[in-house]
């Protein structure tokens, strides 16, 4: 009897044992799944340190580019961006018209 008490305890603690394995074994694949997560999230912020850098650049040209025009035309570097058009629309090359009666009063051409 005794034997049978101790076999179907043993039996139980095996039970016990993998149940513990294999939550073990799921909480290990969770952690694995969350890395690879975490490394991808690493990647896109470097990915957006990157482009921001970038821009931070762009924006740094486009600056001492109309600081060289505004120098030569004489118009403060801030207005004269205020009368160019925005940096990520084109600009009509020709003709360029710079309008002296509407930029005088603001810094947009008025049709």
């Known amino acids: 009897m005794v034997t049978n008490e101790y076999a179907e305890i043993?039996?139980?603690y095996a039970e016990i044992t993998n149940e513990y394995a294999e939550i073990t074994n799921e909480?290990?694949?969770i952690?694995?799944?969350y890395a690879e997560i975490i490394n991808e999230y690493a990647e896109i912020?470097?990915?957006y340190s990157e482009i921001t850098n970038?821009?931070?650049e762009i924006t740094n040209e486009y600056s001492e580019?109309?600081?060289a025009i505004a120098s030569v035309v004489e118009v403060d570097a801030d207005r004269l961006a205020q009368m160019l058009p925005p940096f990520?629309?084109?600009m009509q090359h020709e003709p360029i018209r710079l309008c002296g009666a509407c930029y005088g009063k603001a810094p947009r051409?008025?049709?």
């Open 54 to 56: 970038e821009y931070s």
């Open 27 to 29: 909480y290990s694949e």
């Open 65 to 67: 580019i109309a600081n």
């Open 10 to 12: 043993t039996n139980g």
């Open 31 to 33: 952690t694995n799944e």
């Open 109 to 111: 051409h008025r049709k």
């Open 45 to 47: 912020i470097n990915e």
């Open 88 to 90: 990520d629309v084109e």
